[in-house]
């Protein structure tokens, strides 16, 4: 009786997805690597733990792994990024034959995924790249699934991607093909970095709450619960509700984490992709070196000791401010949003991948980290253009929420209290809509000192032109 899908790698996310798969009917294989002197056999416990599979067939063992499951064979790898997936994926090609299916779901570098598709391709082996977005919770329940790669090996195993899937408000699966190559782990990437963006974004507005404006994490909970009912509702915020709430011997958790914010890389990659296709995409490398910043915990505690600053507490008008800051924070939102997309936007157009934005948004609405209302917003508006800056409703937004924005940022600033991505937001929405930039400065000082040359706006601007400055 051979199985219709394999899963090598029971970590959390494989074991859920191999849960999900066979709950949804599929027959499955599974693997984990046997681990010499480890007395524990990880596929086997798996089904241990959760009895009553009849459609699980656990294997420690690759080769008897692979004949287990009927041809043509597909199977999903769930290991950690990196180097490992190389190794595995060169186990598995003497085993395979061409039209087998190999689907890599971890975290991987899309560089890394283009690559391994060439290779996979000479051997005629079908390989998909795919982002998996949930979580524990959605890997179970049902993720955002985010495929690219090789289009007839996706149209094999699309039907199994769609059972696991959640499902958007029509009820469609959260799954797209992205594009060829590593589109989908590329837009996974991606969807990690608006992650990374929004979740700075809300602990910035926290730690404003909690020490500028005096609020227990308690009322903070509370204020957010009313955010939820507008158009700030995300997961994100949801579940920070939750966190804010959970005590332990009488005080909240959160005030005994220790804050040194952890990363596995994929906001890193996405600001080194920014640099490589020079798009500004400062919400992010912000976001990035906060957490980069978080984790010097040693200096930070040596110069808050030498610096002491005063940090004022506490101000007149709570109600009046609060309503700033909600708006601020939905500003930084639309921003970190725009900014992301516009970085898939580039990287889209010059490696030819059409990615489609409004799909994109759409797979994103359930299942994944980022899922929220304003990502409702967004299916709708990239069915008219690629950028959320140009839409009517969000120039409506913006420039009703500008204000607040700088205000709030200049009150955080001048009291004491860093706010990189609320600031750095309201300095990119500043720099994208501003027609003539200081950047005219910098040309003519990188002319005077290197001889660069700059180009004109009052000619043709394809002319370079040099000026002897000291003259
Ligand atoms: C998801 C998450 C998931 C993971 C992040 C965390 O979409 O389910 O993004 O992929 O939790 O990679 O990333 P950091 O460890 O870098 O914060």
Redesign the pocket.
Known sequence: NQADFGVIGMGVMGKSLALNLADKGVSLSIYNRYVEGKEVRVAEKVLEENPGYNNIQPFENIQSFVASLSSPKSILLMIPAGNAVDLQINELIPLLNPGDILVDGG?SFYKDTNARAELLKEKGILFVGTG????EE?ARRGPSIMPGGDKDGFSKIAPYLEVIAAKDFQGKPCVTYAGPGGAGHFV?MV??SI??GEMQAISEVYYLMRNYLDLSSLEIADIFEKWMDSDLASYLLEITIDILRKYEDGEPLIDKILDQA??????GWSVNTALEYGVPYGVLSEAVMARNLSARKGLRMIASGLYNLDRFTGIEDLENFLDKLQAAYQATRIINHEVGFSLMLEVSEKNNWALNFSEIARIWTNG??IRSKLMEELVDIFKESNHILLNYEAITALKSYQGDLSYVVGQALQNGFPVPVLSNAINYFLGVTTANSAASLIQAQRDYFGAHTYRRNDGDPDKAFHTNWKE
């Open positions: 975290n998996v977005s949930g979580g959605g996974k969807h990690n992650e990374y952890a990363q596995k890389g994929t906001g994944c980290i």
